[in-house]
């Protein structure tokens, strides 16, 4: 697999005509499989997103892979006959997707929980396992649910008023706060989570770190602390212990400090809310020296 031309610096990638990029990443995606892959492939877009996880888990094996980021711009580029040409090349029309010479994973659970699995991250027994799967569902619905912070962050082609209504509604606002108020009840949700593992470990199931972990503080952090710092940081102090326990781990203080790269989010103010900025990212936990 070439995959030069994803290291190329920021002048010489804009040189390139973006059909001729999308092209190769079409070609690219399509061609992917156990059989092509020389070491295992991750693509997804080029922000944090819901593949943190992921490359924590790449990150704590120490697993060398092939990252492929994919722009916002690249995703929304028209083939030929109109429609989204990359987002056509995936099987299922979404990212992330990851290859190795064992796996083709193209759904982002299915691909935590097979490298946690192998890594040993799914819990020690049954009880555990199914409790970390509880907890995973959750991180999902957190973003991607009706009143989760993906839908009512994303306002593209939607009125002011309306994206400006969701986003009180969200935020426990009248008239509908009382009835959505995603924000706390998504947060009042994982207290429940974390106060139903009885061990007093600090982590969401079990003694020991899973992957139920790496999940919950890309949500709670990187996404909910990161909206909303304040409400996060006031009302929702265990959950903000929580984090910090997680990123004081010494595998997520590494990941975070070398390899974790700041992310543009989603530009405003035609597509965001919020989560625009590369510093979006810095202290939303102190890592330890």
């Known amino acids: 697999m070439n995959m030069a031309f994803y290291h190329r610096n920021t002048s010489t990638m804009k040189e390139i005509a973006m059909t001729d990029r999308v092209a190769q990443l079409v070609s690219l995606v399509k061609g992917l499989s156990q059989d092509s892959v020389s070491k295992?492939?991750?693509?997804?877009?080029?922000?944090?997103?819901?593949?943190?996880?992921?490359?924590?888990l790449l990150h704590l094996e120490k697993i060398d892979y092939d990252y492929v980021p994919v722009t916002i711009m690249d995703w929304i580029t028209p083939g030929p006959d109109g429609t989204q040409i990359l987002k056509h090349a995936f099987r299922n029309h979404h990212v992330p997707l990851y290859v190795d010479q064992e796996v083709y994973l193209d759904q982002s659970m299915q691909i935590v929980t097979t490298l946690a699995e192998r890594a040993g991250m799914l819990g020690v027994n049954q009880s555990e396992r199914i409790a970390v799967q509880a907890v995973l569902a959750h991180c999902y619905d957190a973003l991607f649910h009706f009143n989760g912070l993906l839908p009512v962050n994303i306002r593209l082609n939607i009125a002011d008023d309306v994206a400006q209504a969701r986003l009180e509604s969200f935020m426990g606002g009248e008239p509908w706060g009382l009835a959505t108020n995603g924000y706390r009840n998504q947060l009042s949700a994982f207290v429940n989570y974390l106060e139903s593992n009885h061990s007093d470990s600090g982590f969401m199931v079990g003694d020991a770190m899973t992957a139920a972990d790496l999940w919950a503080f890309n949500v709670l952090c990187n996404w909910f602390k990161a909206f909303d710092?304040?409400?996060?940081?006031?009302?929702?102090?265990?959950?903000?212990?929580?984090?910090?326990?997680?990123?004081?781990?010494?595998?997520?203080?590494?990941?975070?400090?070398e390899v974790q790269e700041p992310t543009i989010w989603f530009p405003l103010p035609d597509v965001a809310m919020r989560l625009t900025s590369?510093?979006?990212?810095?202290g939303l936990v102190s890592l330890p020296d």
């Open 278 to 282: 590369p510093e979006d990212l810095k």
């Open 229 to 257: 710092r304040q409400v996060f940081s006031t009302e929702f102090r265990q959950l903000d212990t929580y984090i910090q326990h997680i990123a004081e781990q010494p595998g997520i203080a590494s990941y975070i400090r």
């Open 40 to 56: 295992p492939t991750l693509v997804y877009f080029n922000i944090v997103g819901i593949a943190w996880p992921i490359r924590v």
